[in-house]
């Protein structure tokens, strides 16, 4: 069980376009999902929490109109990276919490986006 | 603010040895601690976990106990396999405005050699 999925896993896209990853939850549903950003051999960077119904919370210096984030059902939650630039560049990673376990993540296989 | 502090890597040993990866945490509530495990190119996978003091959270050979006391909760293995190479994070949950956030450390990477 817990088991959370991401896509796609891979992207390549031009500088200037935007890019959307989807988060599921398989198994469960979530009422709050995290969106991480990590850099080679560097730890998860919380970029916002998101919870069914409501706009999401985002940390200090993450721009939220650049970072999007929708969290429409307690199974989907997807981040869009708009006008995306080489700097973007990184591998983003997503995180569930359940109704029933609220202080554990499972996390998903994580995306790889590059911009060119 | 919670803060979790990890011993710098890479720990490099030979399959059989022991293993400890030491982690301490500052936060300001009574914060629920884990070890995440990541293998190459993937995301985080929880290894395990404990919720208060003098647990002890186990899976897979691996163990750590919440030592409140000492802030601590450092990862155990009697005998590392080569599969057990990745990197492993140190991670607390705790209520900040009435939802439960997360605060990782920076990661130890394992390396086994045969």
């Known amino acids: 069980g817990a088991v959370v999925s991401q896509h796609p896993s891979r992207v390549i896209c031009k500088s200037g376009t935007s890019v959307k990853i989807e988060c599921r939850s398989l198994?469960?549903?979530?009422?709050?999902m995290f969106w991480y950003r990590q850099f080679p051999k560097q730890s998860l960077m919380l970029m916002a929490t998101s919870n069914e119904g409501s706009k999401a919370t985002y940390e200090q210096g993450v721009e939220k109109d650049k970072f999007l984030i929708n969290h429409a059902s307690l199974t989907l939650s997807t981040l869009t990276v708009t006008s995306a630039h080489p700097e973007d560049s990184s591998f983003y990673i997503c995180?569930?919490?359940?109704?029933?376990?609220?202080?554990?993540?499972?996390f998903g296989p994580g995306t790889r986006l590059t911009v060119l | 603010g919670n803060s979790v502090t990890q011993m710098e890597g890479p720990v490099t040993l030979s399959e059989e040895a022991f293993l400890t990866i030491n982690c301490t945490y500052t936060a300001t509530g009574y914060p629920s601690l884990f070890w995440y495990v990541q293998y190459p190119g993937e995301g985080l996978q929880l290894l395990l976990k404990a919720t208060k003091a003098d647990d002890k959270g186990s899976n897979k050979g691996f163990e750590a106990t919440y030592r409140k006391e000492t802030t601590s909760f450092h990862l155990e293995k009697g005998s590392v396999q080569v599969s057990d190479s990745a990197v492993y994070f140190c991670?607390?949950?705790?209520?900040?405005?009435?939802?439960?956030?997360?605060?990782f450390g920076r990661g130890t990477s394992l390396i086994v050699h045969p």
């Open positions: 991670a607390l949950s705790d209520r900040r405005g009435g939802s439960y956030i997360p605060t």
């Open positions: 995180s569930a919490r359940g109704l029933a376990d609220t202080d554990t993540q499972y």
């Open positions: 198994d469960f549903q979530a009422t709050t």
